[in-house]
């Protein structure tokens, strides 16, 4: 069975009506290390984000063998909606985390600085605060689609944010874990 526990759902948050799906996997089912590549290529923030490659530890690296994926979706393609999610990502992680005794990873490149001091060679200000990116470690977010209710469609009409935790628990309780999703 590929997909240990799902959960879905939606809440409403500062007049958003916030949809999301809870997936419990294994994370081997989505790991591709080589898509740290594609940040080379695609992404602006190669190099100069701790939270990105070539600073990014590989997901091998994690002893942890099973990941609490979760998407966020909102309608409408806008920034703002992205940058919404992607810090709802990291503060659910933060949660996560401790209930999970796990590590999280986020939509996107870190974004506690204005300017990562990876720039200017200098070390991470917060690196007790700091997450890796979930695609940067080498979580591959295509892969996801064998295994979620909802697909993720880039150029669609939602706005999609994806992240996880790692952990070592075979089971959890998906519906206290969105509960404390909904009360962020």
């Known amino acids: 069975m590929a997909v240990k526990q799902r959960f879905e759902g939606e809440f409403f948050r500062f007049g958003k009506k916030i949809g999301y799906e809870l997936?419990?996997?294994?994370?081997?089912?989505?790991?591709?290390?080589?898509?740290?590549?594609?940040?080379?290529?695609?992404?602006?923030?190669?190099?100069?984000?701790?939270?990105?490659?070539?600073?990014?530890?590989?997901?091998?690296?994690?002893?942890q063998k099973n990941i609490l994926v979760y998407l966020f979706y909102v309608y409408g393609r806008n920034l703002n909606?992205?940058?919404?999610?992607?810090?709802?990502?990291?503060?659910?992680?933060?949660?996560?985390?401790?209930?999970?005794e796990g590590t999280c990873f986020i939509a996107g490149q870190c974004r506690?600085?204005?300017?990562?001091?990876?720039?200017?060679?200098?070390?991470?200000?917060?690196?007790?605060?700091?997450?890796y990116s979930f695609t940067a470690v080498g979580l591959d977010s295509e892969k996801l689609n064998?295994?979620?209710?909802?697909k993720i469609v880039w150029n669609s009409e939602y706005t999609y944010a994806v992240a996880g935790c790692l952990t070592n628990h075979e089971?959890?309780?998906?519906?206290?874990?969105?509960?404390?999703?909904?009360s962020l």
């Open 23 to 63: 997936i419990l996997i294994e994370k081997s089912l989505i790991t591709n290390e080589a898509i740290r590549e594609k940040c080379r290529v695609d992404s602006s923030n190669y190099g100069k984000n701790y939270a990105c490659p070539p600073f990014a530890p590989k997901i091998s690296q994690f002893p």
């Open 81 to 100: 909606n992205w940058e919404f999610l992607a810090k709802l990502t990291y503060d659910y992680g933060r949660r996560l985390e401790k209930e999970l």
């Open 112 to 131: 506690l600085c204005e300017k990562c001091k990876a720039e200017e060679g200098k070390p991470c200000i917060h690196p007790e605060e700091m997450r």
């Open 146 to 150: 064998s295994f979620l209710k909802r």
């Open 171 to 182: 089971k959890l309780d998906l519906k206290r874990l969105a509960l404390i999703l909904t």
